[in-house]
């Protein structure tokens, strides 16, 4: 949200980003004690609408992790976020890895698309 407003911001890349909300989240803020967290990347949340209506006009990657379904809706995806959430970003570049959650970071195609990203293909780093 904030690549739009701030003129020092050359580029955003997204790490299985909940972009379109999260509908775990939406069912676990029923639950007694949820974390307020919950509030935030649930489906109606008003951050996660504001993501949705992104128009950016810089340079956006988002990687997209899935291993499978998510637990409580089966929708496909990484273990935690769906793989349609991931996707939400309009005029993002979309990577795809077959990664948890969990392990996308150290995932050696993440550093790989994030490199290329920022530097160009066949890059010298």
Known sequence: ILANKLSNVASLTTISAPLGGSKTASFMMLLPGASP????ICEHSPYIKLCGEL?????????????????????????????TSQATLRRARH??????????LAHPQTSRAITDFL??????Y
């Open 37 to 40: 967290v919950f509030a935030d």
């Open 55 to 83: 128009n950016l006009s810089i340079p956006a990657m988002s990687i997209i992790t899935q291993s499978g379904l998510i637990p409580f809706t089966l929708e496909s995806g990484d273990g935690v976020v769906s793989t």
């Open 95 to 104: 990577i795809e890895i077959n990664a948890s959650h969990f392990g996308a």
């Open 119 to 124: 530097y160009g293909e066949n890059n010298e």
